[in-house]
């Protein structure tokens, strides 16, 4: 156990629809990433939340959004659902010294399995 | 650009054998890190081990162990004395220097089964 919580552990929705996850990042850690992983895929990275300021971002469109709010914890937000956002959510807390880091390990919650239909 | 590449999509391995996963990976920058994750059907992301670039030293974590040859841009994970519960997906991961953007690029993975 890491110490990484994620909610909800499940989701179904619509395409079209929106959707909003939860992390809770491990206790003394100042930064969260996000990451996608496909079906049989390794994790792709969406972007990383610095205390409360965006700090890098992958090839992932502006209809994924993210919050980090001052106890650490973070939000991803995805609009306008698409089929091909289906997949296992994953987000990683970590401990960066400065927004320009350095930073420790990233360790990671138990995902969000998003399914779009 | 950074990637990592796991050639091996399955590997299979007796209990209380030794197995050797490969992983190679290519990045522009003279200082990183490297890791092996375990991801159990549980899903959640577990550190196997990790490897700083400019330690020329083997990382080892008990049965698990590396073998790092920058040079040659090859991060291989040995585990010793399989276990049931060594049965996953493995990740081979690196995380660059160029601080301002701390991710992860991730291999697809090798499925590991141990065969009792």
């Known amino acids: 156990e890491t110490g990484v919580t994620q909610s909800p552990t499940h989701l179904i929705k619509t395409r079209g629809q929106q959707v909003t996850l939860r992390c809770s990042s491990q206790s003394g850690h100042n930064t969260v990433s996000w990451y996608q992983q496909a079906l049989g895929q390794g994790p792709q990275f969406i972007f990383q939340?610095?205390?409360?300021?965006?700090?890098g971002r992958g090839n992932f469109p502006p209809r994924f959004s993210g919050l980090q709010f001052p106890n650490y914890s973070s939000e991803l937000n995805v609009n306008a659902l698409e089929l091909d956002d289906s997949a296992l959510y994953l987000c990683?807390?970590?401990?960066?010294?400065?927004?320009?880091?350095?930073?420790?390990?990233?360790?990671f919650g138990p995902g969000t399995r998003l399914t779009v239909t | 650009a950074q990637t990592v590449t796991q050639s091996q999509p399955e590997m299979s391995v007796q209990e209380a054998e030794t197995v050797t996963l490969s992983c190679t990976y290519d990045?522009?920058?003279?200082?990183?890190?490297l890791f092996w994750y375990k991801q159990p059907p549980s899903r959640q992301m577990i550190l196997v081990i990790r490897q700083e670039a400019y330690k020329q030293q083997n990382a080892t974590e008990n049965r698990f162990s590396v073998n790092f040859q920058k040079a040659a841009k090859s991060f291989s994970l040995k585990i010793s004395d399989s276990q049931l519960g060594d049965a996953a997906m493995y990740f081979c991961a690196l995380l660059g220097s160029n601080f301002g953007n701390e991710k992860l690029t991730f291999g697809t993975g090798t499925r590991l089964t141990i065969i009792p």
């Open positions: 990683a807390s970590s401990l960066c010294a400065s927004k320009g880091g350095p930073c420790y390990e990233q360790y």
């Open positions: 939340y610095y205390r409360e300021e965006e700090n």
């Open positions: 990045t522009s920058e003279s200082d990183y890190y």
